[in-house]
């Protein structure tokens, strides 16, 4: 193989290695191909929007939660659940796209730049909206249901921490 082939393809792997794609393809890989959204809806706001409206449904009572407030979390909710969905065909169109370009026998390095580009900042915009669609149900809850909230998932959190401490325990006494 001649040094400007050899050149040239450690470039598109230190480019490709550098972006998230390969991040997200890495992960696949591990069996978890969702781990990269969690991870970053976990900076976001750890509940999607459809999920939340499903808890303030069922908590109604307890959180104090009014229909207005509640129809405008449903709405909210059902506008992010189409643009995820959205996004994540645009995300896989551009994927299979920077695939084929990759697997060309002479690949096109402004092409698959350009195209990587695109794909960081669809994910990035995905990202902000997130960041959005979080500050506007936090303009629709109270101070007080917001706080209980907090409560509750801390709750749920530390329940969880427990029962995964008490398995990890008793399976090694068995």
């Known amino acids: 193989m ?15 290695l550098s972006s998230g794609v390969f991040a997200r393809a890495m992960m696949s890989k591990r069996g978890n191909s969702r781990m990269g959204h969690h991870q970053m809806m976990k900076t976001a706001g750890s509940h999607s929007p459809m999920m939340l409206y499903r808890v303030l449904k069922n908590r109604k009572q307890e959180l104090k939660v009014t229909d207005n407030q509640l129809n405008k979390i449903k709405e909210l909710a059902f506008n992010w659940e189409k643009e995820m969905i959205n996004y994540r065909a645009s995300n896989a169109s551009l994927r299979l796209e920077l695939k ?12 698959i730049k350009n195209l990587m580009n695109k794909i960081g900042a669809a994910k990035t915009d995905f990202f902000i909206n997130r960041l959005k669609v979080k500050d506007q149900i936090k303009t629709i809850l ?5 706080d209980k909230l907090a409560k509750m998932r801390k709750n749920l959190m530390m329940n969880r921490f427990k029962r995964k401490r008490d398995n990890r325990r008793n399976s090694h006494h068995r």
């Open 100 to 111: 084929k370009l990759l697997s060309a026998e002479k690949p096109d390095y402004n092409k």
């Open 142 to 146: 109270t101070k007080e249901q917001l």
């Open 2 to 16: 001649s040094k400007k082939i050899k050149f040239i393809s450690v470039l598109v792997l230190i480019v490709f």
